[in-house]
C-alpha cells in the first residue's frame, strides 16, 4: 500500500498578507467579486480541533495522536473575530456561521455568540447567527447556546445505524447521543434545526431511505451532501459520489418529493418537499451540479486566513493585518481589494474539465476551514 503524505501545514502557516489599497475604499455593504458575486455569508472556524475523525474529513491515519494542531496564541481571539465579522457586516454579509472541527470544543464558545449577537447590518438588522456541529457536546450546551444569542444548528449525521456511524466518525461515538442533542435543541428552540448527511458510497449510501423515513414528518430539514473532493486526506474519487439526483430518486420511489423554490438567492441546497406535506429535505451537490454562479461565501479560518472559495489552494493573513496594528478602514479596504478581485469557481471548471478529476490541485482541508 502506498504512503499517503499530507502537508496540510504547508496551507495552515502559508501566508499571504493582503495588499492595503493606496487608496482606502469604505465599506458600502454592495460588494461584489469580477462575476458580480455578492458578499453575503461569512463561515467563521473556530477551532481546527475536533473529537471525530471522520473518514471524508479527519481520517486517523492524517489526524492521529502526533498531529500537531494549532496552538492557542495562533487561534484569532473571541475579540478579533469579533472586529473582524463587524468589517464583513459592513460589507455586507448578513449570515454567519461558526463551524469548525468542532466549534463546541472552543472554550467559553459562548462568550463569543454573546460578542457576535449584538452586531446588526447596516440597516439594523439582527445577523442571522448560525453554528455546524456533530452534536456530540448539544445536549449539554443547548440551553446556553440559545441564550447566548444563537439563532439555530445545523447537526452533521451520517448514518442511524450504530455500526455505520460508529464507523464513519471513528471514534465508536454513539448516534443515540447525537439524536438526544438535535432533541434537546429543539426544545430550547435552536430551530429550524438542519442535519447534514455526507453520502459516501459503498459506505453508508444504504441510510439514505432510512434517514429520510426517520426525519419525514418532524420540523427537522434533512439535506444530503455529496462526497466531495475538499482537501487532499479523504482519498477522494469519483465513483464513490453518489448523485444527488440518485438521492432523490431514491426516496421518491417509496416517499414521493417535489421540487420547491430556493428560500434564497445563493442557496446552496435544493429543496424537495413531501407531496403528502409532511416535511422537506435538501440537496447539495457541489459535484454533478455546481453552484459556484452564485456563490457568496467566504470562510475565515481558525487563525485568520481569509479563503473565498472552499477549494481554495491558500488563504490570505487577515490576522497578521489586525496584529500589526492597521486600522479598521485599512482592514476593510483590503477586504474589498481580496473580494473584487474573487473569481473561484473549482467546482464548475472541475464539472467542464472531465468527470473523473481527483484532486488535479492540492486544497485546504475541510476541517480547517469548515464547511
Keep these: 500500500m502506498t504512503e499517503r503524505i499530507i502537508p496540510v501545514a504547508d496551507l495552515r502557516y502559508l501566508q499571504a498578507v493582503p495588499h492595503i489599497p493606496e487608496q482606502l475604499v469604505p465599506a458600502t455593504g454592495l460588494l461584489s467579486d469580477?462575476?458580480?458575486?455578492?458578499?453575503?455569508?461569512?463561515?467563521?472556524?473556530?477551532?481546527?480541533?475536533?473529537?471525530?475523525?471522520?473518514?471524508?474529513?479527519?481520517?486517523?491515519?492524517?489526524?492521529?495522536?502526533?498531529?500537531?494542531?494549532?496552538?492557542?496564541?495562533?487561534?484569532?481571539?473571541?475579540e478579533e473575530i469579533t472586529r473582524l465579522t463587524k468589517i464583513f457586516v459592513a460589507h455586507g454579509v448578513e449570515?454567519?456561521?461558526?463551524?469548525?472541527?468542532?466549534?463546541?470544543?472552543?472554550?467559553?464558545?459562548?462568550?463569543?455568540?454573546?460578542?457576535l449577537a449584538v452586531i446588526t447590518t447596516p440597516d439594523g438588522k439582527p445577523l442571522d447567527l448560525t453554528m455546524t456541529t456533530n452534536a456530540s457536546l448539544l445536549a449539554k450546551k443547548a440551553q446556553s447556546l440559545k441564550d447566548a444569542g444563537l439563532k439555530r444548528v445545523t447537526v452533521s449525521l451520517d448514518s442511524l445505524d450504530e455500526t455505520t456511524f460508529q464507523r464513519m466518525n471513528d471514534v465508536d461515538f454513539p448516534v443515540a447521543d447525537v439524536l438526544h442533542g438535535i432533541e434537546v435543541a429543539q426544545k430550547v428552540g435552536l430551530?429550524?434545526?438542519?442535519?447534514?448527511?455526507?453520502?459516501?458510497?459503498?459506505?453508508?449510501?444504504?441510510?439514505?431511505?432510512?434517514?429520510?423515513?426517520?426525519?419525514?414528518?418532524?420540523?427537522?430539514?434533512?439535506?444530503?451532501?455529496e462526497y466531495m473532493?475538499?482537501?487532499?486526506?479523504?482519498?477522494?474519487?469519483?465513483?464513490?459520489?453518489?448523485?444527488?439526483?440518485?438521492v432523490i430518486r431514491r426516496i421518491n420511489?417509496?416517499?414521493?418529493?417535489?421540487?420547491?423554490?430556493p428560500n434564497y438567492?445563493?442557496?446552496?441546497?435544493?429543496?424537495?418537499?413531501?407531496?403528502?406535506?409532511?416535511?422537506?429535505?435538501?440537496?447539495?451537490?457541489?459535484?454533478?451540479?455546481?453552484?459556484?454562479?452564485?456563490?457568496?461565501?467566504?470562510?475565515?479560518?481558525?487563525?485568520?486566513?481569509?479563503?473565498?472559495?472552499?477549494?481554495?489552494?491558500?488563504?490570505?493573513?487577515?490576522?497578521?493585518?489586525?496584529?500589526?496594528?492597521?486600522?479598521?478602514?485599512?482592514i476593510t479596504s483590503a477586504i474589498s481589494h481580496l473580494w473584487a478581485q474573487r473569481e473561484d469557481r473549482y467546482s464548475e471548471l472541475r464539472t467542464q474539465q472531465t468527470e473523473g478529476l481527483e484532486r488535479p490541485v492540492r486544497k485546504v482541508e475541510m476541517s480547517y476551514i469548515g464547511g
Excluded at 471522520?54 to 498531529?67: A, Q, S, T
Excluded at 459506505?203 to 419525514?216: G, L
Excluded at 435538501?282 to 472552499?310: M, P, Y
Aim: proline share 5%.
Design 34 to 78: 469580477r462575476l458580480s458575486r455578492p458578499l453575503r455569508d461569512l463561515r467563521i472556524s473556530v477551532t481546527d480541533r475536533c473529537n471525530f475523525r471522520c473518514v471524508y474529513c479527519m481520517p486517523k491515519e492524517v489526524f492521529d495522536n502526533n498531529y500537531e494542531f494549532l496552538p492557542q496564541n495562533l487561534l484569532l481571539s473571541f
Design 95 to 115: 449570515k454567519i456561521r461558526l463551524t469548525g472541527g468542532e466549534p463546541l470544543l472552543r472554550k467559553n464558545i459562548e462568550k463569543l455568540i454573546e460578542m
Design 253 to 261: 420511489e417509496s416517499m414521493p418529493l417535489e421540487e420547491i423554490e
Design 265 to 330: 438567492t445563493g442557496e446552496t441546497a435544493e429543496r424537495w418537499r413531501y407531496t403528502d406535506g409532511s416535511g422537506e429535505v435538501g440537496v447539495i451537490s457541489s459535484v454533478t451540479q455546481a453552484f459556484c454562479s452564485d456563490c457568496n461565501r467566504a470562510r475565515l479560518s481558525t487563525e485568520g486566513k481569509l479563503f473565498t472559495c472552499l477549494f481554495a489552494t491558500g488563504g490570505h493573513d487577515l490576522r497578521a493585518l489586525v496584529r500589526k496594528g492597521h486600522s479598521d478602514e485599512e
Design 229 to 246: 473532493d475538499v482537501g487532499a486526506s479523504n482519498g477522494w474519487k469519483m465513483d464513490e459520489v453518489i448523485p444527488s439526483a440518485e
Design 191 to 225: 430551530g429550524p434545526i438542519k442535519v447534514n448527511m455526507v453520502v459516501k458510497g459503498g459506505m453508508n449510501d444504504q441510510e439514505i431511505v432510512p434517514m429520510a423515513r426517520y426525519f419525514k414528518g418532524s420540523p427537522v430539514i434533512l439535506r444530503f451532501i
